[in-house]
């Protein structure tokens, strides 16, 4: 009886290990897929200013969800369509969204190293077949559109940060967990802008960023 008693609490404890982060995708995933529906349900006119004012209204896009920062389009694996609303903040935000731009790096278009990290689950499994080549497009708030061409990818230990350090350039730096499911490595593509809707704003290189806790 003794053994069945030890046996039935391993088990009672071991499902409550599992259920923790799986209850943690879950909600992250409900977030996830709510900001990207209200996000792509289309673009929102401000108001009309008052005649005197003769500046047109700015386009919004998104929602008004203050961690809501922009739209990640990526264009491969093409199959599976992957997108998401990513958030602005520290990687203390990855608890509750799935894809988050690092407060204090570029904003998409700036010179320096534009930083977002996100997590594989539970909408980006097959992502590891992101290459170099490919690309990946981010709308801001103001439906501005900013296109990244990967030029280099690595598989590293997450102690392996150098990518995550300034630039001088326009660069984008994507980081995620791999394998799927687990974080023993970090996977890294670095991208370039290839493409703005108006000339670059200028921007701070920024600080050097630890690597995400997955």
């Known amino acids: 009886m003794v053994l069945l008693a030890l046996g039935v609490v391993s ?118 077949q992101l290459n170099v080549g490919d690309t990946i497009s981010i709308q801001n708030r103001t439906c501005q559109t900013f296109v990244y061409r990967v030029t280099q990818r690595w598989d590293l230990a997450p102690n392996r940060v150098t990518q995550l350090n300034p630039t001088s350039g326009h660069e984008l730096t994507m980081i995620t967990c791999d394998p799927w499911w687990q974080d023993y490595n970090r996977l890294v593509w670095r991208a370039e802008l290839i493409s703005a809707p108006a000339p670059n704003a200028p921007g701070s290189a920024g600080g050097s960023v630890a690597n995400p806790a997955f």
């Open 11 to 128: 088990i009672l404890a071991g499902g409550s290990l599992i259920a923790g982060p799986l209850i943690g995708v879950f909600q992250r995933g409900a977030v996830d897929s709510t900001a990207l529906k209200q996000w792509k349900g289309g673009t929102t006119q401000p108001a009309a200013p008052a005649p005197a004012i003769s500046k047109s209204p700015t386009p919004t896009c998104g929602t008004s969800t203050a961690t809501d920062y922009a739209l990640v389009d990526f264009a491969a694996p093409a199959q599976y369509h992957y997108a998401a609303v990513a958030g602005d903040g520290t990687w203390a935000l990855l608890n509750t969204r799935s894809m988050v731009h690092y407060a204090g790096t570029p904003n998409p278009g700036q010179q320096g190293n534009v930083i977002i990290a996100f997590h594989r689950e539970p909408d980006f499994q097959h992502i590891n």
